[in-house]
């Protein structure tokens, strides 16, 4: 399972930056396709970005249009570590961010919540205006 420990989480103001960390246990993330999603308060659950290896050194990684270009999801396949680097934070980024995984054997995006195996809990980042 994935028990994440977060760090990053918090307020920011418009604009600014954030970096999310998550330490994955009880897994190998190489095996995995890892992502992020978000869930703002009254809304579905979606995508961030998601990012497989497969313990190759070029990752594949998949971004949701809402951050495409603002946002860096990244692995450290040594420290078992998942990231996600976003930048020209807005307002409407606000919600509950999770880490996520689910085992794979190919390479591909993995952006269906409904397709994750293994969910940790979230942390909260605010963007105030």
């Known amino acids: 399972q994935v028990q994440p420990v977060y760090s990053g989480g918090g307020s920011v103001q418009a604009g600014g930056s954030l970096r999310l960390s998550c330490a994955a246990s009880?897994?190998?993330?190489?095996?995995?396709?890892m992502a992020w999603f978000r869930q703002a308060t009254g809304k579905e659950r979606e995508a961030v970005a998601s990012i497989y290896t497969g313990g190759f050194r070029s990752a594949y990684t998949s971004y949701a249009d809402s951050v495409r270009g603002r946002s860096t999801i990244s692995q450290d396949s040594a420290k078992n570590m998942l990231y996600l680097q976003m930048n020209n934070l807005k307002p409407e980024d606000t919600a509950e961010y999770y880490c996520?995984?689910?085992?794979?054997?190919?390479?591909?995006?993995?952006?269906?919540?409904?397709?994750?195996?293994?969910w940790g809990k979230g942390t909260l980042v605010t963007i105030s205006s």
């Open positions: 009880g897994i190998t993330i190489n095996n995995y396709c």
């Open positions: 996520a995984a689910v085992f794979r054997t190919s390479s591909g995006p993995c952006l269906r919540a409904d397709g994750m195996r293994y």
